[in-house]
Structures are given as C-alpha cells and as structure tokens.
C-alpha cells in the first residue's frame, strides 16, 4: 500500500484478503522538499493509523520505517524472497518507474495495477481524447454521460450542463459560514506531529523560507476513513447547500467559507471519488441543496480532478517545467513569510502558514495571478505549492500551477488567469483595509496588481495580443498612450525592486 493510497475499499487489498500488506515509511521523500509539517504529519499519521485499522481487521502488516524505498524492499525481500508485491500504479510520474527499480535492486520485484481510486481509467481518457485539443467541458459532459450523474433521460439535471454563472456571488454582510470540523490530534497524530517537528521542520528559519513553518496552528484534518467520513458528512449536510454561491469569494475572516475540506482525504484514498459525488447526488434527490450548488461541486471531483490528472499524465515531464511565457523572475520571499503590506498576498499566505491550506480562488486569483504577472518562473510557484499545502501532491499541484495558474503549457487553458484588483475586490474584502489604492495603476501606493496586470499584458503582447479571448484586453491597452504606459513600465520595476528587498 502505498502512503496515498490508503483504501480497504478497492484495490489489490479487497481483491487479496488473505494477502499480508507492507506499508514502507520512507523519510527520503519529506526530506525532498521544505513540506509543511502538517503534510508531513498528515501522510505519516494517515498511514500509521491505516496499520493499526488492518492490524484490528486481523491482517498481516509489514510496516517498514526507513529512509528509502529501497531499503523497504531489501527488508521485505530479506524476509519473504518469493514473494511478488501487488501495487496500484502511482499517480506521480516517475513513481511507477522508481517503485520498480528500488524493488529490482532489493532482489524483488512489484506488479502495478490499475488505480481504482479514480473514476476515469487511462484508456477511457484517451479513447475519449483522441488527437483533438483538450477541454474540460468536453471531458465533463462526457463524464456526466458516462456515470449518469446529475443526469434524466438522457439530458442534464435542470436542462444545463453547467451553472457556473451562479457560482460568483459575494455573501452579505454579516454572514458567517458553519465552522468547519475540527479533527482533533489522537495521542498517535501528536506523537507524529512532534516528530515531524523535531525531524524535518527545522531548518527553514533562513531566507527564503524565513521560519514559515515556525508557528502553525494545531494540526486539523482527519487522518483515518471514519473522520474522512465524518468530514464528507458534515460539508453535505452544512455546507453544500452554499457551496455554490460563495464559492469564488474570499473574506477575510473566513478562510474555509463553504468549500468541501476534503481534497486530503481524496487524495490519501481515504474517501472514493465516488462516494463524494453520489453523496452529492443524493442531496440533489432529496432537495437538500439547490442544483447550482451541487452540479458545481460535482463539476470539481468529477470533471477537473479526473481531468487534471490525465493531463498530468498525458504531458508530464514537460508540463513540469512549462514556460510558454518566458516568464524569469525569482519568486518573492512573502510566499514564504506572508512580509508584504499587499492585504490580500498577506492573508492568503498567512493562512498557508497556519495550515497548509486556501481555498481555490485564492489559489488561482491571489497567488497564481500574482505571479503570473509579476512574471515569476512557473516551475519555482509550483515548487512553492508543493511545498506548502497540506493536499498537494505532484499530479494535481502541477497541472494546477503550471497550467491553469500560470499559462505555461497552453495545454487545456485558453487564456491567461490574469486579473487586476478590480477582480480582487469585486470578490473580496481586502481592498478597503489595505494601504494599497485599488484605483491606481501608477504613482505611489498604486495597488501592484494593477500596475503587473497592464505591465503583464504590454510584454506579453507579442505572444498574447493574437489570442482572441484578448483581444478586449488589448484594445484596453492600446487605449493607454506612451505616457502612461512609460509610467506602468517604470513603476513595475520599483515594484519588483522593492519585491526583491521585501519591501512590497
Ligand atoms: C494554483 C492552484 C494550485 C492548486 N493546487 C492544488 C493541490 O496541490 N492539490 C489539490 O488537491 N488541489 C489543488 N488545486 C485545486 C483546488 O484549489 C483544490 O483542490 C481545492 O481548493 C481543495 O479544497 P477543498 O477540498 O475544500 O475543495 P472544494 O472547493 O470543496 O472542491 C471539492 C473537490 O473538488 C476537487 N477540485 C476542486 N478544484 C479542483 C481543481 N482545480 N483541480 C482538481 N481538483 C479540484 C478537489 O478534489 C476538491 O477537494 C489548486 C488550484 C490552483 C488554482
Ligand atoms: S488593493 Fe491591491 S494589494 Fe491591496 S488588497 Fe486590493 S488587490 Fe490586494
């Protein structure tokens, strides 16, 4: 069993009941990248309770604790020489092939099966895919069809396929979501917590991690299939219901507004794919929820998680370090030290701090668009993500950062997510406490998103003015004369100046 793969629902586990199980805790892969310490914690606890849950089934478990992959397997091979260990195929590139090798140098060797924690197989993707461009929508309703979901004779629940449209509304004033459940640490996940403190989060006190980690909050999320359950539960019965609605705002107060939570326990294969939509489903059939809400919902783990994780496997490895926009600059330091009197930059990346999480529009809108336009090299922002949320793992982050966030492959995206803060403040509360002036685009105190969204959009002609999504854009810009345009050019280079001596 692999560290995310963490099932007794499907896979080779149910298939072999009779089967002894090895679990192989190497700390080779968190010392890779400067992690979070909740992920850390989330994966290892995750998997010591997995142990203990098949242990109290009456199974056999071979739990390996040790530095590499490799030294899992000469310890197992040493123990058991004729046996063959049964795998589901990894979802990372390059997984399959060093699961191998490292079960090959330790004298043994491994069968990869297929992954059965997701709902669209590879050959079922590409037969659908065929040679044609790739665009989600497609891929959705194809989905939709295919699994019947949200589907009546034939035709989409309601008469549309897609209601993203309602999607975009900002709470009232005064409006508080449910508070999100917390999953209080066991004595087992604070005995790891403790040890993945000590272990592997020193060390990032310098520049530029700053001490990014130095004061997380208490770890939060479920770790073991019942408070995955537990989490699914609650989001459906409390906050679904406005999931749809509030689903792009962002508060300032509020960091988990109505989103699900769940993309950890997905993600560790503690909750299926399957049992989230038809728990979704099921609240469209008992009108518990309205449509917009849960097609919108559905749209996620159905049509762009399946999705992303195809066209990680369809362009890997070079969607890792895609770059159609040329793009150089080093990331800032405030990704790491949340130092910038930017309101909206500062909170989002606090929250990270805090808890390896944000939901998806600050992902998309806050930290991605920043450094879409700031220019920053996408492959060091997904290294970022990589390193710093709770749920990223390297098939979803990097489609996700590369792709949609950062325009670097131009593979499924269209168009560049780039915005100015007139989008940050049409969807958020951030712009009236911030010292930034969210109508300036020049001078001093002009917001930055302003000035790298036209400044953006001015070195990136040569290769964006063609896209005809742009072209409103464009004639925007050229309504812009040589004055102003002097001036948004000046006064991005004081920005990134200051940027570089952490003084945004
Ligand atoms: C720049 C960027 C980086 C991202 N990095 C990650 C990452 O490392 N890991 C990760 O799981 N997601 C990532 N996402 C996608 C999305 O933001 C998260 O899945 C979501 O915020 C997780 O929170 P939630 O469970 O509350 O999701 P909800 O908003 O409640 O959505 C429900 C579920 O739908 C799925 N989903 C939603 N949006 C996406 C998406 N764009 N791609 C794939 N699945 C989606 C997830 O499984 C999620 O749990 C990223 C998005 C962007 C724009
Ligand atoms: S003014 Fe600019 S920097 Fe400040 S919160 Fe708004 S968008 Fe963010």
């Known amino acids: 069993m692999l560290g995310d793969q963490l099932t007794r629902e499907v896979g080779p586990l149910v298939e072999r009941p009779e089967e002894r199980v090895v679990l192989v805790e190497a700390r080779e892969f968190a010392r890779r990248h400067p992690y979070h310490p909740h992920k850390l914690t989330l994966v290892f606890s995750a998997m010591r309770h997995f142990r203990d849950r098949l242990r109290a089934d009456g199974r056999t478990v071979d739990y390996y604790t040790v530095e590499t992959f490799r030294e899992g397997f000469e310890a197992h091979f040493d123990a058991h020489p004729d046996d063959t260990v049964v795998a589901m195929e990894p979802a990372s590139h390059g997984a399959a092939a060093g699961l191998r090798e490292a079960?090959?140098?330790?004298?043994?060797?491994?069968?990869?099966?297929?992954?059965?924690?997701?709902?669209?197989?590879?050959?079922?993707?590409?037969?659908?895919?065929?040679?044609?461009?790739?665009?989600?929508?497609?891929?959705?309703?194809?989905?939709?069809?295919?699994?019947g979901y949200l589907m009546e004779d034939g035709d989409p629940a309601g008469g549309e396929w897609n209601y993203?449209?309602?999607?975009?509304?900002?709470?009232?004033?005064?409006?508080?979501?449910?508070?999100?459940?917390?999953?209080?640490?066991?004595?087992?996940?604070?005995?790891?917590?403790?040890?993945?403190?000590?272990?592997?989060?020193?060390?990032?006190?310098?520049p530029p991690y700053g001490g990014a980690w130095a004061d997380p909050e208490e770890f939060r999320w479920p770790v073991t299939r019942r408070g995955a359950c537990?989490?699914?539960?609650?989001?459906?019965?409390?906050?679904?219901?406005?999931?749809?609605?509030?689903?792009?705002?962002?508060?300032?107060?509020?960091?988990?507004?109505?989103?699900?939570?769940?993309?950890?326990?997905?993600?560790?294969?503690?909750?299926?794919?399957?049992?989230?939509?038809?728990?979704?489903?099921?609240?469209?059939?008992?009108?518990?929820a309205p449509l917009h809400c849960i097609e919108g919902f559905v749209r996620q783990v159905l049509g762009w998680r399946e999705f992303l994780r195809h066209v990680y496997r369809r362009e890997m490895p070079g969607l890792a370090t895609a770059n159609q926009l040329d793009a150089e600059a080093d990331l800032p330091d405030f990704y790491w030290t949340g130092d910038t009197d930017m309101a909206c930059l500062s909170d989002v990346v606090d929250g990270v701090r805090q808890r390896g999480y944000s939901h998806h529009i600050e992902r998309l809108m806050i930290l991605s668009n920043f450094a879409l336009i700031y220019g920053?090299?996408?492959?060091?922002?997904n290294e970022w993500f990589h390193a710093s949320y709770v749920d990223a793992?390297?098939?979803?982050?990097?489609?996700?950062?590369?792709?949609?966030?950062?325009?670097?492959?131009?593979?499924?995206?269209?168009?560049?997510y780039a915005a100015s803060a007139n989008y940050i403040d049409g969807m958020s509360d951030y712009c009236s406490g911030c010292p930034y002036y969210k109508t300036k685009t020049t001078g001093e105190g002009a917001c930055p998103f302003n000035t790298f969204y036209w400044d953006f959009l001015d070195r990136n002609e040569d290769s964006l003015r063609s896209n005809h999504r742009?072209?409103?854009?464009?004639?925007?810009?050229?309504?812009?004369?040589?004055?102003?345009?002097?001036?948004?050019?000046?006064?991005?280079?004081?920005?990134?100046?200051?940027?570089?001596?952490?003084?945004?």
């Open 470 to 504: 742009m072209g409103l854009v464009y004639n925007h810009l050229d309504n812009k004369d040589d004055e102003e345009l002097t001036a948004i050019r000046e006064r991005a280079d004081d920005l990134r100046e200051r940027a570089r001596e952490s003084e945004l």
């Open 393 to 416: 793992f390297h098939w979803i982050t990097t489609p996700n950062v590369v792709e949609m966030g950062m325009f670097g492959a131009g593979v499924f995206a269209t168009k560049p």
């Open 376 to 381: 920053v090299e996408p492959a060091q922002l």
């Open 164 to 206: 993203d449209d309602q999607n975009r509304e900002t709470p009232p004033d005064g409006w508080s979501p449910p508070e999100p459940p917390v999953f209080e640490p066991d004595a087992l996940t604070q005995e790891v917590n403790e040890w993945v403190e000590d272990e592997f989060a020193g060390g990032y006190d310098e």
């Open 103 to 147: 079960a090959q140098a330790a004298g043994g060797s491994i069968d990869l099966v297929e992954n059965d924690l997701f709902l669209c197989d590879a050959e079922s993707f590409d037969d659908w895919a065929g040679d044609g461009r790739l665009r989600h929508e497609d891929f959705y309703r194809f989905m939709r069809r295919r699994t």
């Open 230 to 288: 537990r989490a699914l539960d609650d989001f459906v019965t409390t906050r679904l219901a406005e999931f749809g609605d509030y689903q792009d705002a962002m508060l300032e107060e509020e960091w988990a507004l109505c989103h699900s939570l769940i993309s950890t326990s997905l993600h560790l294969g503690l909750l299926h794919p399957r049992e989230v939509i038809e728990r979704a489903v099921t609240a469209y059939r008992e009108e518990s």
